[in-house]
């Protein structure tokens, strides 16, 4: 077990102080259970096990295998999340002659990269020493609330690619300058640094930036403008073919109207609860837009906008 390589001294790491006096429901005994293991296996002796590497010589071609034998489980005993993929193999000795059983030909390909998980975002914003431990859960959910991305896996949206477009040569948005504050702000806790002298550096810096973008303004403001509409249309409009976009009303509630207003008066009424993504989908049963609702702590649902979708009509038949 290891304590990790960093010291923190902003947030320590959680630990357990008692043991809960009342039940606790699923989801937090699964948290509690897994915190305690944790701990635990922090104070636990290292785990031992042998690896054995094989190389493998059939008709000259060579082949290896590495095999794996856990001998002493101790902390891996009292936290027994990790999956070893490895398989213990047979003892073997320097020379020795085996039977090829069975030969199989497989043929694959390289895989893209898959997109970033949440998870995996955080690992990588740590090592790129982006936020903080308490801050980097923040910041993800930011990029949603902000309408950045979207999805269970984030996808950039057309106004993040128009940001990211505006700003990708300027300094401000690369990992390195966030990093340098970061670092920046951990010398001044520890009286490596003074406040004003980073003060000083980073204003600079930002000025620097807004020398370069202000030439830019009116190109950055038209673009990420047209990258908002895109996100907010929704196909076009079955009654005139002009697109349907969302919009808000005076009410402030959310609804689909057309952007051939006032001469189609067309609109949907969208749900007011919960995160909307447009999508370009069509309902295969009345060809009105479909969008994707993400109530909190559900799944997200495809919905065709249309009320008098035939699709609807057979549920409300089937439930009456
Ligand atoms: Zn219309
Ligand atoms: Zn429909």
């Not at 096990?49 to 008709?59: A, Q």
């Not at 990588?124 to 609330?145: A, W």
């Not at 300058?177 to 550096?201: F, R």
Request: aromatic fraction near 6%; include cysteine.
């Amino acid at each position: 077990p290891t304590r990790g390589k960093q010291q923190t001294t902003d947030h320590p790491p959680i630990h357990p102080v008692d043991a809960p006096s009342k039940k606790l429901g699923t989801d937090q005994e699964k948290i509690y259970e897994l915190i305690c293991r944790r701990f635990f296996a922090t104070l636990a002796k290292d785990a031992i096990s042998e690896t054995t590497e094989v190389w493998l010589d059939i008709s000259g071609e060579t082949f290896t295998v590495s095999g794996y034998r856990l001998i002493e489980a101790n902390w891996k005993h009292l936290y027994p999340y990790f999956k070893e993929k490895r398989k213990q193999i047979p003892e073997l000795v320097s020379g020795e002659n085996i039977e090829v059983v069975k030969i199989t030909l497989k043929k694959d390909m390289t895989k893209p990269p898959q997109r970033y998980t949440q998870g995996a975002l955080i690992i990588k914003m740590e090592q790129l020493s982006l936020g903080t431990k308490s801050t980097r859960h923040e910041i993800i959910s930011k990029l949603y609330s902000r309408k950045y991305v979207m999805g269970g896996t984030p996808i950039p949206t057309s106004t993040a690619i128009a940001v990211v477009d505006a700003l990708i040569n300027c300094d401000v948005v690369k990992p390195k300058m966030t990093a340098k504050l970061e670092a920046d702000m951990n010398d001044i806790a520890e009286g490596k640094k003074t406040l004003q002298e980073t003060v000083k550096e980073s204003r600079q810096m930002l000025t620097k930036v807004m020398v370069e973008l202000e030439p830019e303004k009116e190109k950055i403001k038209e673009n990420i403008n047209n990258a908002v509409k895109a996100q907010n249309t929704i196909g076009p409009c079955p009654k005139c073919g002009k697109s349907l976009m969302v919009r808000v009303s005076k009410k402030g509630k959310r609804f689909v109207g057309c952007t051939g207003y006032p001469d189609c008066k067309n609109t949907y009424s969208l749900p007011q609860q919960g995160g909307l993504t447009m999508t370009t989908k069509a309902c295969d049963a009345c060809n009105a837009p479909i969008v994707q609702v993400k109530l909190k702590g559900r799944r997200s649902w495809d919905l065709c906008i249309n009320p008098e979708c035939p699709k609807k009509k057979k549920k409300i038949e089937k439930t009456v």
